[in-house]
């Protein structure tokens, strides 16, 4: 009952925009618009008062470390080896190693992890975010650029790189955790107050434009397409973090929000990234569609299966 008490208000959230969308109170550029500001002021600013609430804790986890980034190593060889067996071209066999680990875990699992394990959770995520999302990047998108060319050049590495370098959402997370090691424990009370009103509307905003960006025409055709990698990002994904955790153990809360935070859909973002490399971006739309969309089912399992009360 719990899982179907968190997921229920993200679904009524995205029902909203993606009614919105519908009934063109939202526009497609609108969407953008949104995603937009979220990525560069809503999000950035809720990431950086969350790793620099996290203080030096975020230097006291070497397994959380360890756990995450073998996860994130292991997962996309499974996912190309099982999308080796579907005969598909190699430019959405990369689609299927990109999305089994890039996870909503921004847009959908801030606000999910919120809703289902409040601020502990939160702080949680917040030390997830600083010390785990410069190898989320690196890792999967080396590993996507190895599936789709067959190998990894100098010149794809160096893009990887300078890419990542740009991202307000990892550098957000850094400059927080940086911050704290320099010993800073908070904030004036006037900018702490305005990045908190600016992050306070990340979460509501983010799955407005979520649902407004949700297309799910045709979908038992979409479903019959993706289904394989739709169980490996809602399932395989989180049960192997999880099997990592037992072998390098962590602080209970914190393994659960880990865990429950890469067991969401497959991220937004995912269809940017696959076009920008060159991948078949139309179909991890599709993934992205369906995995979400299906997680109205996951996320109340995971949680249950996680044993998060709140």
Known sequence: MHGILIVTPLVLVMAMGWLARKRGIIREDSVSHLNDLLYWIGLPALLFRSTLSVGKDAFSSPNLFIAVHLAFLVTPALALFIASFRRESPKRRAV??????????????????????????????????????????????????????????????????????????????????????????????????????????????????????????????????TWIDVLVRLFLSPALVWLAFLAWPVERTLMQAVVLVCAMPAAVNNFVVADSMGMDAAYAGEVIVASTLLSVISIPVWVLLLGIVR
């Not at 424990?185 to 979520?210: F, N, Q, R, Y």
């Open 96 to 225: 299927s190693v990109l999305v089994s680990v890039r996870s909503n875990n921004v847009y959908m699992g801030i606000p999910a992890i919120a809703l289902a394990m409040g601020e502990p959770g939160t702080r949680a995520l917040g030390l997830f975010f600083g010390v785990c999302m410069v190898g989320y990047h690196l890792i999967t998108l080396t590993w996507a650029q190895v599936a789709v060319s067959g190998g990894l050049s100098r010149d794809s590495l160096k893009r990887t790189l300078l890419g990542v370098s740009k991202n307000p959402l990892l550098l957000s997370s850094l400059a927080g955790v940086a911050l704290a090691a320099m010993g800073l424990e908070a904030l004036p009370e006037v900018l702490d107050e305005a990045l908190k009103i600016a992050g306070a509307t990340a979460s509501g905003v983010a799955l407005i434009a979520l649902g407004a960006s949700l297309k799910v025409e045709h979908l038992p055709r979409v479903l019959a397409r």
